[in-house]
């Protein structure tokens, strides 16, 4: 997940454009260049409906767009927000079923150096993936339910909600 979300961003000419290729997960060094995203997975957990697992996986990432100063710290979050809010993206063997963005703090650091550091966190992509092989298994072992998008709301609205408003559309 975390190479194909990478190279989709990447392959965004408003994200390169302003970050280059600095896109890295978990960590950014203090003497790396800037401007940078750092991605962190913050969890991420099976999605289950009342036939069992589904195959996806709901994924939550956190995005740390870092600049000099301000504006463009905005800026770096604005297009990482403008590729992903919404999403529905099938890139690197990974399907991407929804991308949601929470909240979007702007916080402020100084290096030990004293350079002011500025960063806009964008908490809680959720990343609701699925893989080539899970959706071929979930396809052939659950031929009479289909896909669509409304199998992974289970996860959000709670599965007892859903089954009644699944017998509701019969």
Not at 8 to 20: E, F, T
Not at 84 to 103: I, M, W
Not at 108 to 125: A, N, V
Not at 136 to 148: A, E, I, N, Y
Request: one cysteine or more.
């Amino acid at each position: 997940m975390e190479e194909a979300l990478t190279s989709y961003l990447l392959a965004d000419a408003g994200v390169a454009g302003l970050v280059g290729s600095r896109t890295t997960w978990s960590a950014r060094s203090q003497a790396s260049a800037l401007p940078a995203i750092v991605l962190q997975v913050i969890d991420g957990a099976p999605v289950y409906t009342d036939e069992g697992e589904t195959g996806l996986t709901a994924t939550r990432v956190q995005a740390d767009c870092w600049r000099r100063d301000y504006a463009s710290a905005k800026q770096v979050a604005r297009a990482l927000k403008a590729r992903l809010s919404g999403a529905r993206v099938t890139t690197g063997g990974v399907e991407f079923q929804a991308v949601f963005a929470d909240s979007e703090p702007d916080l402020f650091e100084r290096s030990q150096g004293g350079e002011e550091l500025y960063r806009t966190s964008m908490d809680g992509l959720a990343l609701l993936e699925r893989s080539e092989h899970a959706r071929l298994r979930w396809t052939q072992d659950h031929p009479h339910l289909g896909w669509s998008a409304d199998r992974w709301r289970a996860r959000e609205i709670g599965c007892a909600q859903w089954r009644t408003d699944r017998r509701d559309r019969r």
